[in-house]
């Protein structure tokens, strides 16, 4: 079985390898590797490196010289270099206990869009909405309609309105200088006036097929119902049998 190093060790089983001669090329990352090596923890570190928090470019280097010569030719006092700026002071126990110094865990941030009150408060008032079948194949375009002047689009029938729909017709009206309160009683207004004609044209669409001699069909309760009678008198008769 080969040998498996972890991902955090092979900077320094790479670095002992070459110590020994056991490679005598490192690999082209080495160096890199070398400058930043991977943190032994999951937990973030200010510089990780161990590089100086201070540290300087050449250009800034000269600069510094050339300004504490200058300071030493006027008869000023030299500024302070920061080449020797100590690094950071390293975490201790005690200083992490402390609320400031504390590490924060990255977490996602919350995506919020202006539907979502919308569609809460809605969904509240209306939970059997939420009941309703809904046909998620869109056979005629109706995602690609985004004009949202009424509530019942053209080319949609009254039975494909959706809650949805109110609360994009509402956002619509939003927009157009309403406050929310209103949108929503006059979006809320003319979806019950739409529910409303559904169940009449359902009503009288069955009127009109009784008139016609057409036979109620029995729900799904209702089947149940009458085959558990029928399966209650067919055991008493097989029970007066014996």
Not at 10 to 17: A, F, N
Not at 91 to 97: F, G, K, V
Not at 169 to 180: D, I, V
Request: net charge positive; aromatic share 8%; with cysteine.
């Amino acid at each position: 079985m080969a040998f498996k190093s972890p991902p955090a060790k092979v900077h320094s089983y790479v670095t002992k390898l070459l110590k020994a001669n056991i490679i005598r090329n490192p690999p082209v990352w080495y160096p890199a590797a070398s400058l930043a090596p991977p943190s032994p923890t999951f937990l973030r570190e200010r510089d990780p490196s161990g590089a100086k928090a201070h540290a300087q470019l050449p250009f800034e280097k000269d600069a510094e010289i050339r300004q504490q010569k200058a300071a030493l030719a006027s008869g000023a006092p030299a500024p302070a270099s920061t080449t020797g700026a100590p690094a950071h002071k390293e975490l201790t126990r005690s200083s992490r206990s402390q609320k400031h110094l504390r590490w924060k865990t990255e977490r996602p941030q919350k995506i919020v869009y202006p539907e979502d009150k919308l569609r809460r408060r809605f969904y509240e008032d209306h939970p059997w909405e939420l009941r309703r079948p809904r046909c998620l194949i869109e056979t005629s375009g109706d995602g690609t309609r985004r004009k949202w002047t009424s509530l019942l689009q053209p080319g949609r029938s009254i039975a494909d309105l959706t809650g949805e729909d109110v609360i994009q017709y509402q956002l619509y009206l939003m927009t157009t200088g309403k406050s929310e309160r209103e949108a929503y009683h006059i979006a809320t207004e003319e979806f019950y006036l739409h529910r409303a004609q559904e169940e009449t044209e359902a009503r009288v669409a069955k009127a009109q097929a009784m008139a016609f001699g057409l036979k109620p069909r029995r729900s799904f309760v209702m089947n149940g119902l009458k085959r558990e009678e029928a399966a209650l008198r067919e055991a008493e008769m097989n029970a007066a049998k014996f």
